[in-house]
């Protein structure tokens, strides 16, 4: 048992999503032990307590749960769950967390980011809900960390995580456990999976892309295993280090693979992938992507076909910037719909008071009651799930809604990697010219609202501000700006566009054409090409 000194380090700001680096930054002397030591320093009960451990596989993920045990048991926590090999996706932590009542969990990812040598690493705390750690507590470790000057350590061997079983760490015990089995009978639990199971025996197809993330080994157990959807249904799907090369984010541009082989004559009925720590999901039909904002409201409006959902929503949650398909929803089944800022941590205290059922982000991220975290194979199987009741395919669902509540066409325009000092100007000079639009016209729309997003929690009463520039047309138009939380060099500038369609004669027509004029006054508006320098976004979802 060792205690070693250590100094300050001054960017352990924790994020949206926690602290998120580069590998590089990670691999500093005692830069992960600064992190773990303040959060231990900040949480209370460790004695006695049990804490999970896992993360999604990524290069450098083995070395830091090795230190986190050692670092845990030093600290006094009395026992470590930890997937096997390091593994658990990060609603499948929620869910052992939430199971085995720990304390809370380290979740090891930077999620749909690259990995590998020169790719990202990143942590976070989730507490005793499964679900991330409040602001107040981040905002604790943080400072904790800028005055931090030592940290616990015990100097033993490495433990074998290759072997299911407990294994004794001084006065700790770490239980290496498997990964997918809680979370596998967990979705036995919530989801008619006999239909599911009639619905591939009848010769539905599906392609699950699980981009060499974690989801590989949950997609083979519960897709092909259980659900007996043929052999070669997930591809992809061994967990790599560096994810092959590429970004584990399920996105048309990154998931192209996927969107290819879902065109076309013969294609599959249905296509799905999720990101590096398997919380997205992208869901996509013969020759036909759905927006993560109208996936929301579909599997919203048809939960009832869900055995764990036979007793009605309670209500609804969407981040600000997703679309606002989910309200119509919301007000045709008479239940309410909360406007969150972006994070899933918002989510977390309207699901533990009960006052809601489901939940979603423009981002590919959709969840419910089940755990405290979005869920990408949830999302996959509540969506097969309605499809086997239902019996339409993908395509004719959403178009039903589409019918029904009208079309939120949607779009997010993406400029990554810009200076911070422009992204900054940007997005201050947006904030000076708000008061000015309301009753104006922008680009020959009428302004409804225009505001900067703040929110108080309704739970717990707490404050955020600052969460996007928004403005509202009075035809249901909406732009949305705002700068990540996530990115791990410079800014990136996220934009959000959305119109309101109520005529099905326009409910064809591809987005990125409907969005083009709202497109062109967003960007104009905001000054981008001055501001940034960019002409274009990267990337458009
Ligand atoms: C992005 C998404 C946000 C999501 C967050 C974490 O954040 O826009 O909706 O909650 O990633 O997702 P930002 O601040 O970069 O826009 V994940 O899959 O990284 O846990
Ligand atoms: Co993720």
Same mark, same amino acid.
């Given at each position: 048992m060792g205690f070693q000194t250590t100094v300050p380090f001054d960017d352990q700001r924790p994020g949206t999503s926690g602290l998120r680096k580069a590998v590089s930054v990670f691999r500093q002397a005692n830069y992960l032990e600064? @992190?773990?030591? %303040?959060? @231990? =320093? #900040?949480?209370?009960?460790?004695?006695g307590a049990t804490l999970v451990v896992g993360g999604d596989g990524r290069y450098y993920n083995s070395a830091a749960i090795q230190t986190i045990l050692q670092m845990a048991a030093a600290n006094g926590v009395s026992r470590a769950v930890v997937g096997r090999d390091g593994i658990l996706s990060t609603p499948a932590a929620s869910n052992l967390i939430r199971k085995r009542r720990a304390l809370g969990g380290f979740i090891l990812s930077a999620s749909h980011n690259p990995g590998g040598p020169d790719g990202d690493f990143g942590i976070k705390f989730n507490g005793a809900n499964g679900g991330p750690a409040s602001e107040v507590l981040t905002d604790s470790i943080y400072a904790r960390s800028r005055e931090i000057e030592g940290y616990r350590i015990r100097d033993g061997a490495? +433990?074998?995580? %290759? #072997? &299911?079983?407990?294994?004794? &760490? !001084?006065?700790?015990?770490?239980?290496?456990? =498997?990964?997918?089995a809680d979370y596998?009978?967990?979705?036995?639990? $919530?989801?008619?999976?006999?239909? +599911? #199971?009639a619905l591939f025996a009848g010769g539905f197809r599906m392609v699950f892309d699980a981009m060499h993330a974690v989801t590989g080994p949950y997609a083979r157990e519960i897709l092909e295993n259980r659900l007996g959807a043929g052999p070669g249904t997930v591809i992809n799907g061994i967990p790599l280090e560096d994810f092959g090369g590429h970004h584990p984010d399920p996105n048309l541009v990154h998931a192209a693979e996927l969107v290819a082989m879902l065109s076309g004559e013969g294609a599959p009925d249905f296509g799905a992938a999720s990101d590096g720590d398997g919380d997205r999901n992208m869901i996509l039909g013969r020759d036909f992507y759905v927006s993560p904002s109208d996936s929301l409201a579909v599997l919203a409006a048809n939960a009832h076909c869900v055995p764990? @959902?036979? /007793?009605? &929503?309670? /209500?609804?949650?969407? %981040?600000?910037? *997703? %679309?606002?398909?989910? =309200? #119509?929803?919301?007000?045709a089944l008479g239940i309410p719909c909360y406007e969150t800022p972006t994070g899933w941590k918002f989510f977390g205290t309207l699901l533990d008071a009960g006052k809601i059922s489901l939940c979603g982000e423009e981002s590919f991220g959709t969840g419910s009651d089940h755990v405290r975290e979005k869920d990408g194979l949830w999302a996959v199987l509540m969506w097969l799930n309605v499809l086997a009741a239902r019996r339409l395919s993908v395509a004719e669902l959403v178009r039903e809604h589409w019918r029904t509540c009208g079309r939120t066409i949607y779009g997010r325009h993406d400029y990554e990697g810009v200076a911070t000092e422009g992204?900054?100007? &940007?997005?201050?000079?947006?904030?000076? !010219?708000?008061?000015?639009?309301?009753?104006?016209?922008?680009?020959g729309r009428a302004v409804a609202t225009a505001d900067d997003f703040s929110y108080t929690d309704p739970v717990d009463g707490s404050r955020s501000e600052r969460q996007g520039v928004r403005i509202s047309f009075a035809d249901g138009a909406r732009i949305v700006y705002r700068l990540s939380g996530t990115g791990t060099s410079g800014a990136t500038l996220r934009v959000y566009l959305e119109r309101y369609q109520p005529d099905p004669a326009g409910h064809e027509t591809a987005a990125t054409e409907a969005l083009a004029d709202l497109a062109t006054l967003?960007?104009?508006?905001?000054? $981008?090409?001055?501001?940034?320098?960019?002409? *274009?976004?990267d990337v458009v979802t």
């Open positions: 600064n @992190f773990i030591q %303040s959060a @231990f =320093d #900040r949480l209370t009960g460790l004695e490495d +433990i074998n995580l %290759s #072997r &299911l079983g407990e294994i004794g &760490l !001084g006065p700790m015990v770490v239980e290496v456990v =498997d990964p997918v596998a009978a967990l979705m036995d639990e $919530i989801f008619d999976m006999a239909a +599911i #199971r764990h @959902f036979t /007793g009605g &929503l309670k /209500g609804l949650a969407r %981040s600000m910037p *997703t %679309s606002q398909a989910a =309200d #119509r929803v919301a007000a992204a900054n100007a &940007l997005m201050a000079e947006l904030r000076a !010219g708000l008061a000015a639009l309301p009753g104006s016209g922008l680009g967003a960007a104009e508006h905001a000054g $981008i090409a001055r501001h940034t320098g960019r002409a *274009t976004p």
